[in-house]
């Protein structure tokens, strides 16, 4: 058995005055690379996410870094060639699937590639409408 972690389960695992945080780091605790894995992309995505916080939550850059270096040693991270790419944008496309929702398709792809059997995420909505191939595995934390 595999778990896909989704960004806003690990934006949520380092943020301790995240709703979702006690929930989302007890999973991430848990997690070992032979059991649970990330998309690459995520690690921009939760770069970007903490290092503009607004005000006295934004992260400094030294203490994001640290954060991604704990998910590389804890996580598999999975990433997609270049065709994998162009397959799940065209996937995505048909079935209306438009903007930001993207990047949640994409991780998805990462999941499926994974062969998870679990893709943890605080936004089951978007991930939901991917089709039952990655929706049958959604589960928040």
Not at 73 to 95: F, M, P, W
Not at 130 to 135: A, V
Request: net charge negative; proline share 1%.
């Amino acid at each position: 058995m595999k778990s896909f972690f989704d960004t806003s389960v690990l934006v949520a695992t380092f943020l301790e005055n995240h709703e979702h945080h006690e929930r989302s780091f007890a999973l991430f605790e848990d997690a070992h690379r032979r059991n649970a894995c990330c998309g690459a992309h995520s690690l921009a995505e939760i770069y970007a996410t903490l290092t503009r916080l607004p005000g006295k939550f934004r992260l400094g850059t030294d203490q994001v870094l640290l954060f991604i270096e704990l998910i590389e040693e804890r996580l598999e991270i999975v990433s997609l060639d270049t065709r994998e790419y162009a397959a799940a944008i065209k996937a995505a496309a048909a079935v209306g699937i438009v903007g930001g929702t993207i990047y949640d398709a994409l991780l998805g792809q990462c999941a499926l590639k994974a062969r998870a059997t679990k893709i943890y995420t605080w936004n089951a909505a978007h991930f939901m409408m991917l089709g039952t191939q990655i929706s049958e595995k959604v589960q928040t934390p």
